[in-house]
């Protein structure tokens, strides 16, 4: 692929600043396609506004609506996918008649998500991608970035002779955004890091704070590392490698060090004193969130192999009772995390 066709689907705080980096980078050849009418709007109007740490770039982008995509002709080399996990299957299915018949699609997503993407374009054609990206997206078209690009990693793997040859391209693409290593694990990989998502994402949120402030909550920071050790110990049962993620080496016969030394470097390394979960960001914009695709994924594996997930089973009924409205994310509810 000298000069490859690009659509990012899903264009929110990741999908915009990863898309804005490729064009910075010189890949000009790049569609943003996304659900949110008044953000494609923005994007068409004033480009792709990125804030990070004090500094502001401003990039043109050609943006369209979900429901111009069937205007579109040609064909697309390379797909990255940033829509949320459980909506992986339907974002696939409109994009699949646009994906050229060697092109790949790549889920820059959290959640276990590959196989969603192979059951519609085929094995042969999906990337499994880990994200380590932080940001949030509250006016149309501005991204504030929590991680410049030194501080935004992925890892990026391919299934079968085809796709693996393409991973190199896709890993280059990330490259203009932040760090990449080729895992020939991938799906290991991503299970690193739904540990971690298990251990932070729903649970800091339930108690409607910033990431830094949830964990220095008394009980919470036990209770985020049980979540994430509950959904390591599936990883051998589950078939699957303890790997190294995040440039973070593993010690697989000890779980909970290694769910510390995650939770911190995402703490202390990536996120910012007021950093917001996406979960927490969904909430804020009355939006569900993907606690089913994670602490959900955990609870269901488990009781698949006759585990016990106590931690991450709370965690996904006081999430469900605020996403029916019957709660709010508040630090109080640090009671039913623990049971107190």
Known sequence: MAVPRIAVVGTGANGAAIAA????GGVHDVTLIDQWPENVAALRRDGV???VR??????PVTAINLCDVATLRGSFDIVLLLVKAYDTAWACELIKPLLAPDGVVAGVQNGMTI???????GLHRTVGCVIEVGGSMFTPG???RDTPGDLSWFAVGGFGEHARKNERAVADLLGLAGTVELSPHIRSSKWMKLIVNAAELVPSAILGLPLAEAVRVEGMRRFMIEAGAEAARLTEPLGL????????????????????TLLDKVVFEYALPNSRTTVLQDWMKGRRSE????????????AESALAAPANQRTVAVASQIEAGELDAQPSNVRLLLGD
Not at 291 to 302: D, Y
Request: aromatic share 4%; net charge negative.
């Open 142 to 144: 501005v991204v504030e």
């Open 241 to 260: 490698k303890t790997v190294p993620i995040f440039g973070v080496d593993v010690d697989a016969t000890a779980p909970l060090r290694f769910i510390e």
């Open 21 to 24: 980096d490729l064009i910075r």
């Open 115 to 121: 196989d969603a993407i192979a059951r519609v374009v």
């Open 291 to 302: 606690v089913h695709e994670i602490n959900g994924l955990v609870v269901e594996k488990a």
């Open 49 to 51: 506004i990125v804030r």
């Open 54 to 59: 004090g500094h502001e770039t401003q990039t």
